[in-house]
């Protein structure tokens, strides 16, 4: 399985852009990126997923990197409400069934 | 629109008693199915998934089982719990491997 690399923590103030950084160097070129939070006590919440070129959707942004072996999400204006734990995965691409391994994630702290 | 449901959403058992959580999705057919385990502070693992009915696999051996008895219908079942069987229990579905995984809102089990 690929392994992820995330900052254990960060903070934010409120309204301010939050750029979340995520190394995967060993992603295999199927595999997509996929990014999910979560907040305490339930489940995870998909955010965002690409495959090589830059996403955009309602939620946030995503770059990555042209050799794939990172990935950024970025808030590009962070509420109270996207504080919770950020989590960038390798879905399993090369595989029948899209697994997916969570790392310990990004705790994001939005200060008012 | 499509929908998870799972329960209980908490449940406390003795050490060697039987175990049934159940997942149900609504609003679209033949799901990719995935039973993950959350254990406190650390990352996701996969349990088991299934891609159609009656159709199994199972990521890590261990104390627990799954069962698709109908199309959008995922049951986790243990005929005797162990103690390192608590945790948090999540159910998620995908339209095809390699898309975004929806998550229920999980299931706290705890083994006394």
């Known amino acids: 399985d690929a392994k992820t690399t995330q900052p254990n923590s960060m903070e934010s103030n409120e309204e301010e852009p939050v750029h979340l950084p995520c190394n995967h160097s060993t992603i295999s070129g199927t595999d997509y990126i996929h990014w999910y939070r979560q907040l305490p006590s339930q489940g995870p919440e998909y955010v965002i997923h690409g495959l090589t070129s830059n996403v955009n959707n309602r939620m946030a942004s995503l770059a990555i990197a042209e050799d794939r072996k990172s990935s950024t999400l970025i808030l590009h204006r962070a509420t109270l409400r996207d504080a919770a734990v950020y989590y960038c995965t390798p879905g399993a691409g090369g595989t029948s069934y899209g697994k997916l391994t969570f790392g310990q994630g990004t705790i994001l702290t939005v200060h008012p | 629109s499509q929908t998870i449901h799972q329960w209980p959403a908490t449940l406390v058992q003795p050490v060697g008693s039987p175990l049934s959580l159940e997942c149900t999705v609504e609003?679209?057919?033949?799901?990719?199915l995935y039973w993950y385990r959350q254990a406190a502070g650390r990352g996701l693992q996969l349990l088991f998934y299934?891609?159609?009915?009656?159709?199994i696999s199972s990521e890590v051996p261990q104390n627990l089982s799954a069962s698709r008895p109908q199309d959008r219908q995922f049951i986790l079942s243990s005929k005797k719990l162990l103690l390192s069987d608590s945790g948090f229990y999540l159910c998620?579905?995908?339209?095809?491997?390699?898309?975004?995984?929806?998550f229920g809102d999980g299931t706290r089990l705890s083994i006394l």
């Open positions: 299934s891609v159609g009915i009656g159709q």
């Open positions: 998620a579905w995908s339209p095809r491997p390699n898309q975004p995984q929806h």
């Open positions: 609003g679209t057919s033949n799901p990719n």
